[in-house]
């Protein structure tokens, strides 16, 4: 009986994700990471996003609001006329450029089928 409790202690709990999986299914969407991507490059304007993204005006203001209010992207208005809107990532989102590095790294070395494997 001691044996089985033992191993049953040692299996991961379903209902717990690793952090990996976490974070995943926080920023894992197709347009948060082209957005949180995109902001890399430095602040921008809502229509700069719009052409840089190709996101619908509809699906970039969700995307922007849900990361504003997981504290990933600051937005900051301009009250001269025309009113600008402007979007950058927070120390938290910028948090996540080695990681985007990562992904790029990888995409590059085995995204494409007919690449061979990086050299390090």
Request: hydrophobic fraction near 35%.
């Amino acid at each position: 009986m001691a044996i089985e409790e033992s191993l049953q202690d040692d299996e991961p709990d379903a209902s717990a994700p690793c952090s990996v999986v976490e974070s995943i299914e926080r920023i894992g969407s197709r347009w948060r990471m082209v957005v949180l991507y995109d902001l890399q490059e430095g602040e921008k304007r809502f229509s700069e996003l719009e052409r840089s993204t190709g996101a619908s005006s509809r699906t970039l203001s969700r995307v922007l609001d849900d990361l504003g209010e997981m504290g990933l992207v600051d937005r900051r208005m301009e009250p001269d006329a025309p009113v600008a809107t402007y979007y950058s990532l927070t120390e938290r989102g910028e948090a996540l450029c080695p990681v985007f590095d990562a992904l790029e790294e990888w995409g590059d070395g085995w995204v494409d089928e007919d690449a061979e494997p990086p050299d390090h």
